[in-house]
């Protein structure tokens, strides 16, 4: 019988409470064995220096999209567009290096930070992609610009608009003709980019966060075929409504991700209790009854399966807590809460809320990089909400603080694949208020997104028994505390950030410089 080689990783700094002053680990197959110093480290069958480099647990991203992902790093990216005029000339350059039948796919425009707020209308788009038909997707992907061509795919659909402008259901069947115009080569090629730009930024796992109206199931198979080919771990979620036995044939590993439960602020269509002070003032989109919500985690219990759902607006989360209180009426708190199921986003939530979630024992799959890149007095969700409602968005500080389990995510494309850039988030919020530590944000976007699918045992921390699954960092800016240094000195200088030199799950390197 081959025995598995042991491999001696030396030279490092070791983030572990089991040996908070080693330099060296010895893993064989896919398990830590031994951890300490590099002196008293035994021989192995093969020795990686790890030059100075700090190793940590590796990052997972508990809410991702993979396909929208890979097209954002090969297509058209808008972030930085501040004017429609600016929008169309760059869809124009761009449209003009794509096949004359195929569909300009761009992302990351918000008209939030342009002095004219009205975006370019259909047949401008139609005249800038040359006659292609181009897809536009918002920040938050709740809505789309898009082409006089595409726009019939729309018509007589709720959310649909003759300026081009759609969203919510509108915008789903627009979505579904952009993403299926992709072959399937195309669209294993872009989630191949996302899954190796993840593991080049530590992350040796992601939460596909799935369902109609975001991609399709073919769209969902192909991503799952990916997982662990030398590439990060995907657990899939299905969210659809009553489909937990769908989700199971299709090999999700819950029906949660992109059940929603309404839309998104940046569209405003996160269903709100007050009125937006924007737009059309209206409290956006509600897609979920209590019973609904309750329906679902029955059924999620019935199968024996992890539900969830989309919940962003204050309104909608109520929703959603009292489909919960529903659902423990019927089956009681413990087993509500053996399920652990979970929200994603939980963005406008107050105490009231955020003790319901700790009573039912539900996880807060929740994206930091949302408040540092809309929150505040003078962003997005001010202008939206109100400066004093813009405040107590995001209160993931709360959350933690009352025993919420928390795991982080991007929400990628909305916001970068950047794990450190959701640490510095959470521990830096634009309300102080809701600050917390620096180790337990990393511990919400590491150990916290093995916890979120079910994974309770030995992995997300560095000790013998558990697995070898870690990332190992370059630190210019120096460590704090045994971390890389993230925030800005007394002097108010950021420290550069840290560079993954080599991604490892379950003891094969799926990344390395």
Not at 268 to 295: I, N, W
Not at 437 to 455: L, M, Q, T
Not at 478 to 502: E, F, N, S
Request: charged share 20%.
């Amino acid at each position: 019988m081959t025995q598995i080689p042991l491999v001696r990783y030396l030279n490092g700094r070791i983030y572990s409470p089991a040996d908070p002053r080693a330099t060296a680990m010895l893993v064989r197959g896919g398990t830590i064995e031994w951890l300490g110093a590099d002196t008293e480290a035994p021989a192995a069958d093969r020795t990686v220096d790890l030059d100075g480099a700090l190793v940590t647990p590796a990052f997972v991203d508990s809410h991702l999209h993979a396909t929208d992902t890979g097209l954002a790093f090969d297509g058209l990216d808008l972030s930085a567009v501040r004017s429609p005029g600016e929008l169309l000339d760059q869809v124009a350059a761009f449209a003009a290096t794509r096949p004359a039948d195929g569909v300009v796919h761009g992302h990351g425009w918000d008209e939030s930070t342009w002095a004219d707020q009205v975006p370019p209308l259909a047949a401008e788009l139609e005249r800038a992609g040359g006659g292609r038909r181009v897809y536009l997707s918002q920040a938050s992907v709740h809505s789309a610009l898009v082409s006089s061509s595409l726009l019939p795919a729309a018509e007589g659909v709720d959310g649909y608009d003759e300026s081009g402008w759609v969203r919510e259901q509108a915008h789903h069947a627009v979505r579904a003709v952009a993403l299926g115009a992709l072959t399937p080569a195309q669209r294993t090629a872009a989630q191949t980019t996302a899954l190796r730009r993840a593991a080049a930024m530590g992350i040796a796992a992601v939460h596909e966060c799935a369902g109609p109206g975001t991609s399709s199931e073919e769209d969902f198979h192909s991503v799952l075929r990916l997982s662990e080919q030398g590439l990060p771990k995907v657990f899939g979620y299905w969210g659809e409504l009553g489909g937990a036995d769908r989700a199971r044939e299709l090999g999700a590993h819950g029906a949660a991700g992109d059940l929603y439960a309404d839309g998104a602020l940046g569209s405003r269509t996160a269903s709100v209790r007050s009125p937006y002070l924007d737009g059309d003032h209206g409290c956006g989109e509600a897609f979920l009854t209590a019973d609904q919500a309750a329906d679902h985690l029955l059924d999620c219990i019935r199968v024996g399966f992890q539900g969830g759902f989309h919940a962003i607006g204050d309104a909608a989360i109520e929703t959603v807590l009292e489909g919960f209180a529903i659902a423990a009426k019927t089956v009681g708190v413990d087993r509500l809460r053996e399920g652990r199921h979970r929200i994603e986003h939980v963005e406008l939530i107050d105490k009231a809320m955020i003790a319901r979630m700790v009573e039912f024992g539900v996880v807060a799959s929740v994206q930091p990089v949302f408040d540092a890149l809309w929150g505040g007095t003078d962003r997005m969700y001010a202008q939206r909400l109100g400066a004093d409602r813009a405040l107590a968005s995001n209160p993931i500080g709360a959350m933690h603080a009352t025993g919420v389990a928390l795991a982080f995510g991007s929400d990628s494309p909305v916001t970068a694949l950047d794990p450190w850039a959701m640490v510095v988030a959470a521990a830096a919020p634009r309300n102080p208020r809701f600050r917390m530590s620096v180790r337990s944000a990393f511990a919400a976007s590491s150990r916290g997104g093995w916890r979120a699918a079910g994974i309770n045992e030995r992995i997300g921390v560095l000790a013998p028994g558990h697995s070898a699954t870690f990332a190992a960092w370059e630190t210019p800016g120096g460590l704090v505390d045994g971390l890389p240094a993230l925030l800005p000195d007394i002097d108010g200088v950021t420290p550069a950030p840290p560079v993954c030199r080599r991604t490892v799950l379950h003891g094969e390197t799926i990344h390395q410089e």
